[in-house]
């Protein structure tokens, strides 16, 4: 059974738990919020299928992916976890919760809604797509190439993490293949009239569009006792302000 990689951070003692990255991360783009939450918790941040040093398959929908945590939880025999979840990570979240196969103690989900949002990444997969990387040596020339077409030098930046060097020269971590023939389902969320009435706390990026005004009562639709929190930062709500997240998540995971 294939398991899907992590890392962890403080003490086993702790209460755990789980940090999920969104599309095109990895574990390590939450390791400043992990750091931070381990003073008080043991956290456990994993690289979903697809992305990272975790396995690759052909498949991939929120359904799988929530199995693939719920895999992981009984393997590491964790108790009733609470979990955060970043954009695509906060949809898996939503669904483990949702699915109700382990028990939930919280939930916190950083700038999305469970709904389904407009492929906007598409052009993004093509253009990594059609980059040959036996041509290049270095990150630099790729992030050269790419720059035109993709003249976000921050994206473009968090893109290129997912390449490193083997005996063949540079390769993408990420299974861009499956993720390109996956992205309409990655794009849309459960069609299922379900709720989850656990503890949870959505994190909304004030310059961020992903959660709405109107998107308040359909988070309430699938989770009835969510509250919602608003930081000043775009998506990228855990990298641009970790000190506040880390401090609303602590209360929140600290509440009674």
Not at 23 to 33: C, D, M, Q, V
Not at 113 to 120: E, F, L, Q
Request: hydrophobic share 40%; proline share 4%.
């Amino acid at each position: 059974m294939k398991q899907l990689n992590f890392c962890t951070f403080g003490d086993k003692n702790n209460p755990p738990v789980f940090l999920i990255h969104g599309l095109f991360g990895s574990w390590e783009n939450l390791k400043t919020l992990a750091k931070a939450l381990s003073q008080t918790h043991f956290i456990i941040a994993v690289d979903c299928r697809n992305h990272g040093e975790s396995f690759k398959e052909d498949t991939m929908n929120y359904q799988i992916m929530a199995n693939d945590f719920e895999q992981l939880i009984t393997h590491l025999n964790i108790t009733k976890p609470s979990i955060v979840g970043h954009s695509m990570g906060g949809k898996i979240a939503m669904t483990i919760a949702l699915r109700k196969k382990h028990p939930i103690n919280k939930l916190i989900i950083i700038d999305i809604a469970p709904k389904p949002y407009p492929p906007h990444h598409t052009s993004i997969i093509k253009e990594l797509l059609a980059i040959d990387l036996t041509k290049f040596t270095h990150r630099s020339d790729v992030d050269m190439a790419l720059a035109k077409q993709i003249p976000n030098q921050i994206l473009r930046q968090f893109l290129l993490k997912n390449i490193t060097k083997s005996s063949n020269g540079l390769v993408w971590k990420i299974h861009l293949k499956s993720i390109h023939n996956n992205y309409n389902k990655i794009s849309k969320f459960l069609n299922e009239d379900i709720q989850w009435d656990g503890q949870c706390l959505f994190i909304r990026g004030k310059k961020s569009n992903y959660i709405e005004i109107h998107d308040e009562l359909l988070i309430k639709q699938w989770f009835p006792n969510a509250t919602i929190e608003t930081i000043d930062a775009s998506h990228w709500v855990h990298a641009e302000k970790p000190s506040e997240t880390a401090l609303v998540i602590n209360h929140f995971l600290n509440l009674k």
